[in-house]
Structures are given as C-alpha cells and as structure tokens.
C-alpha cells in the first residue's frame, strides 16, 4: 500500500512540474540547514507578483522589476545574481539593471560588472547620513567630483546565456543647475549621446544609444559657469528585450532608518517601477548594543512605508538575516530578537517572509555555516559559497510559491 502510494505521489508530483508555467529548480542542502523550513511564509502577498510574471510570459508586459535592498550580505550581488541569472532564463533578459559605481567609491563591487575612473572621486556610504555635505540616492554609495576631467568607464559582463549587452543607459545624479553636462562616448572614445534630463523625473538623466554595447565611458562637459560639480547615485543599463530585471541595492553596514533618511532614495526607487520589493536588513541593527526592539520595530515600518509609496500594488517580501556571531566569538541572541522582530511585523501587515533564520538552522547556527566553511572568519559574513547557497535557498522558495500559485490559477 505505501509502495502504490509513493508512485501515486509521484505521478502527482511530475504532473504539476510539467505544467507549462511552472518553473523547476533544486538545490542540493547541507546537513545542517532544514529544507521543510524553506519556504515563504504568506506566499499569498506575493500573487500578484507572480501574475505578473505569468503575463510577462504571455506577452502582456515588457518588463517586470525586482527592488532587493539589503546591507554588505546583498552588495557583493552574490544572493541576488542566482534570482537575477534564473528568472531572466525562465522569463526573459531584459538587462543588467542597476549598476552602482562601488568601486569608484572605494569598496567592494558586484561581481558582474566594473566601474573604473581616471581620477578619484569624493564618496561616502549612507551610514554616514551624519555628514549633511553628502546626500544619498538609489545606490546607497554617493561618488562625487569638482574636476570636469574626470571620468566613469562602465563594463558589464556576460555569462551563458546571458547577454547584458545594453541599447539605454540612465544616470542617477544631482541634475540642478550646477552639474556638468554629461555624455557617453564608446570604447574608442567616439561621441555616442548626450544624456538628456527627464523633466518629470527629477535626477535622472538618460541616453539611447546607436546599438548595443557592453562597455560606455560617462564624461563631465564644463558647458556654462554655473556649472561645478558632478554626483552621481548609480546607474541603470537596459536592453530593448521583454523580461526581467532585478536590482540590487547593498550597502556595507547599512540598516533600515538610513535608507529612510538617504534624501533621493525613494524618489529615484519609483524610477525603478518595483512589482517586487525583497527588503534583507536585520544583521547590522542585531549589532547594536543595548539592542532596543521598540526603535528597530518602528524603523523597520519607517522604512515599510516609505517603500509602499513607489508604485502602487507592489509586492514586498521580508527575509529575516542569518545567525552570526558578535565581536567575532560571541552568538549573538539579538539576531534572534530581529528575526521575531520581522516575522512577527510581516505577519501583522500581510507581508510574506523568508525565514533564512529558521531554515539555516536559527540561534548558534552560525558555527556549522563557519565549520564548513560557508562563514568567513569574522562570524558576519559568508564566502561566496555561502552567499551562493543562501541565493539557492531563496530562489528554491520562490519557485514553490510560484508553482503552487501557477498550479492553483490553471485549475
């Protein structure tokens, strides 16, 4: 009888992945994580996401935008390239997205493309939100010059069979009256477009170019008096295919109330047009001490808020931060305290979530990720490795969401 039953089970279970909708995926999990916690919690907040997906499908949209906003675990892209490489394969490539010039500010870049300048530039990170003489944008990292002669060459990588060959190139940047004009030229420094202002959006600026490239150089032109200074937020690179986009936005050390205070971020997030929003923060406030659940609550909904203003229905998604360690060798209980923190808050406002927490196997965790070398030396962060199994796991919980949505609409 259990026998007739297991292939019962199994004929079920290949008839519903061979549904022309659903997408397949699987993930090979080490012993120490917990594969039947691996799934979205209220995965129902997030249907109106997958119906867009499935239009995209069908022809009905061009493009579907993913918001990830996290702090050092999300800036090496490592996480969010597994969602951006396996949804643009099952949906369609419609560019590399938002590209952050990190390296030009002097920190850790994504792995997929390059950001180099002839001259250095002033940058801060929006966790000094301190420092009044820096403002914030999109990327998180603000780069700015005096010096007209300076320039920002922007490379993106391909990788099979993914093109992220781009026909648009926007900027996010200061455009009042003082900034340098700006304008693309091409690997032999041939003039390809002047960047034209969009006059409803404010600080952004945009070029269609002559054909598609992988490489373009942002140079500074002194055209008037008035003009002294460039500052740059990041910038957005597309194709003119329909698919998928999914932008990453890491900071290194950042937490909830600093993206609130950044001035620019939510305006220019609406230029994204997110239908989806995964918001991965937690780690940063977990350090903190004394820890205050009251002020990490109300900052977390600040930020919620703020991010329900970008476009209207969009989906939002909390994933509660991984276990980690504090001052090196020390489990950290506060990691704990955040992760109730989250699921009790997405739970009391109709937002899904992602336990990585629980799954990864929650408090004290962090030694088995570190013994097996998924966890670096300093019990915070992970190895590539780590953030790539971590991005897995993520995508391995979409995809059953998605797939029980899609198997549930068909019927």
Same mark, same amino acid.
């Given at each position: 009888m259990k026998f007739r039953f297991a292939i019962l089970f199994y004929i079920i279970s290949l008839s519903a992945f061979a549904h022309a909708d659903t997408l397949t995926f699987q993930v090979n999990y080490p012993t120490f994580v917990h594969p039947n916690r691996n799934d979205i919690v209220n995965e129902s /907040?997030?249907?109106?996401? @997958?119906e867009r997906l499935l239009n995209l499908k069908s022809g009905e949209n061009n493009k579907v935008n993913i918001l990830h906003i996290g702090d050092s675990h999300i800036q090496p892209d490592y996480i969010t390239a597994v969602m951006r490489t396996n949804l643009q394969k099952a949906f369609g490539n419609a560019g590399r997205g938002l590209i952050i010039p990190i390296k030009v500010a002097n920190s850790n870049e994504a792995f997929n493309y390059k950001t180099s300048s002839n001259l250095p530039w002033n940058r801060k990170r929006l966790v000094y939100t301190n420092?009044?003489? @820096?403002?914030?944008g999109i990327g998180?990292?603000?780069?700015r010059t005096d010096n007209d002669s300076a320039y920002i060459k922007i490379n993106t990588f391909n990788y099979a069979p993914l093109n992220y060959a781009f026909t648009k190139f926007s900027v996010f940047h200061l455009s009042d009256s003082t900034a340098f004009t700006m304008l693309l030229t091409d690997t032999a420094d041939t003039f390809l477009e002047l960047l034209k202002t969009e006059v409803e959006i404010p600080n952004f600026s945009t070029a269609v170019l002559p054909s598609e490239t992988n490489e373009v150089t942002l140079r500074?032109?002194? /055209?008037?008096?008035?003009q002294k200074q460039a500052t740059i937020f990041g910038f957005l690179a597309e194709n003119d295919s329909a698919g998928v986009l999914v932008h990453a936005v890491g900071v290194n050390g950042a937490e909830a109330f600093q993206f609130v205070q950044a001035k620019h971020f939510a305006e220019q997030a609406k230029v994204l047009s997110p239908d989806l929003i995964i918001v991965s923060l937690g780690t940063n406030e977990a350090q903190r001490r004394p820890f205050d659940r009251a002020l990490t609550e109300a900052?977390?909904?600040?930020?919620? !808020?703020?991010?329900?203003?970008?476009?209207?229905g969009t989906a939002i998604l909390l994933t509660t931060p991984p276990d980690s360690y504090y001052s090196r060798k020390y489990y950290n209980p506060s990691i704990a305290s955040m992760h109730e923190i989250i699921v009790t808050y997405a739970s009391n406002n109709n937002l899904a979530v992602w336990d990585l927490f629980s799954m990864a196997g929650g408090y004290k965790s962090c030694y088995q990720w570190k013994k097996y070398g998924y966890m670096r030396r300093d019990g915070v962060h992970f190895t590539r /490795?780590?953030?790539?199994? !971590?991005?897995?796991l993520l995508y391995q919980a979409f995809v059953n $969401? @998605?797939? !029980?949505? $899609?198997?549930s609409r068909s019927k």
């Open positions: /907040a997030l249907h109106s996401f @997958f420092d009044s003489s @820096f403002v914030y998180g990292h603000t780069i500074l032109l002194k /055209a008037d008096t008035l900052r977390l909904d600040s930020l919620i !808020q703020i991010l329900r203003t970008t476009k209207p /490795a780590g953030y790539e199994l !971590q991005g897995s $969401a @998605f797939n !029980q949505y $899609a198997t």
